[in-house]
């Protein structure tokens, strides 16, 4: 009994881990197949349309697509359709000789609008043999043209699909984080090896550069750098990366310190290897537990980082979906009666940062 509850314990322990692997996986997943998932299809998926703006979750409404027949190719199905796609949630539809008439759906119970379109921006060629099969013409376009939408999260204030648009923000941030951490490893290795492998005036000099890096709070650093590079995507990965690279080498900086004067390192230098050498091959591969432990740490940060900038504003502009500029949008509306507008991706960030974080305690725990 007492063998199968420590085993029963040891599981429970490890929950938090498994639970960080899982969502990880699964928006490492979302971000690289969410196109294949998510409704708008558009780039950004930037689809307005304000007669259904700030519906709730769930909400669901027939929905008439006209087609801008654009050519799909491998890009679009990984970066979305260029060209912007005409959606109108509908009441009624019906035909006219060669149009199509619908009666726009309209939430605040005014009276509804109706609008028509000719036959052939559905590429349905209109002749005589057609024409007299009414009902053939409302087959082809009920079943192609015509659907019932379901919008799982709601829309937002331009009435655009917030599923589509919170899937893809976990292409942002998951984007932002893996350039962030591989810029401040970057750094932090550099910096951190040649500061404790040559010491002496080059160790002062590494430490004098991070500890007035160090000085300067880390939010506070990436405003002045990111307003300095101007507004933009890429901005925001120089900007994170180059201001979370000193934890890494101050930590490299220890580590190296501590290895380079250990009896295997002298066999090196014994051997006739080089500097390089011995810094690649020797000493590095003997610290990447603690580096892996305090990467996944600066990839939390770094999503963190990038939310806050967003919803300051001068992070990643719209209409790039972000999490951080989501939230920054909606924040007033959760008291309004329409918090699902900022709730949703607010959760979406704290689970994909706390996954993040329990994955770096539990190698942290285990000593990597």
Request: aromatic share 16%.
């Amino acid at each position: 009994m007492i063998r199968s509850k420590k085993v029963k314990l040891v599981s429970i322990n490890k929950l938090p881990y498994y639970f960080s692997i899982l969502f990880i996986s699964f928006c490492f997943l979302i971000s690289i197949f969410c196109y294949f998932i998510i409704p708008d299809k558009t780039a950004n998926a930037n689809t307005m349309n304000l007669s259904i703006q700030s519906m709730k979750p769930g909400f669901s409404v027939r929905m008439l697509t006209v087609p801008n027949f654009e050519t799909k190719t491998l890009k679009s199905f990984f970066f979305g359709l260029n060209k912007p796609v005409e959606q109108y949630p509908i009441n009624d539809y019906w035909f006219s000789n060669d149009s199509i008439n619908i009666k726009l759906f309209n939430k605040f119970n005014e009276p509804n609008e109706i609008k028509s379109f000719p036959l052939s921006v559905f590429d349905i060629s209109v002749d005589s043999n057609v024409l007299n099969n009414v009902q053939n013409i409302r087959d082809k376009i009920s079943n192609k043209y015509i659907a019932q939408h379901k919008f799982n999260f709601g829309t937002d204030l331009y009435g655009r699909d917030l599923f589509s648009r919170v899937l893809l923000g976990t292409r942002v941030s998951l984007s932002i984080g893996i350039m962030a951490v591989i810029i401040s490893t970057l750094l932090g290795l550099f910096f951190g090896s040649l500061g404790g492998y040559y010491g002496g005036i080059v160790d002062k000099i590494v430490v004098y550069i991070i500890n007035v890096f160090w000085s300067i709070p880390t939010l506070l650093l990436v405003i002045a750098i990111s307003l300095s590079l101007g507004k933009g995507f890429w901005q925001v990965y120089i900007a994170i990366g180059f201001s979370v690279w000193v934890e890494v080498a101050r930590l490299v900086r220890g580590k190296v310190i501590s290895e380079k004067n250990k009896d295997y390192i002298s066999a090196s230098r014994i051997l006739g290897f080089n500097n390089l050498h011995i810094i690649f091959y020797h000493i590095l591969p003997n610290i990447l537990g603690p580096l892996f432990i305090i990467a996944a740490a600066n990839f939390a940060s770094s999503i963190l980082l990038e939310s806050g900038l967003s919803f300051l504003g001068i992070g990643t502009q719209p209409p790039l979906p972000s999490w951080g500029y989501m939230i920054k949008e909606n924040y007033q509306y959760i008291i309004l009666g329409n918090a699902y507008l900022a709730l949703i991706p607010a959760i979406f960030l704290v689970f994909l940062v706390s996954s993040f974080m329990f994955l770096s305690n539990y190698y942290s725990d285990k000593k990597i």
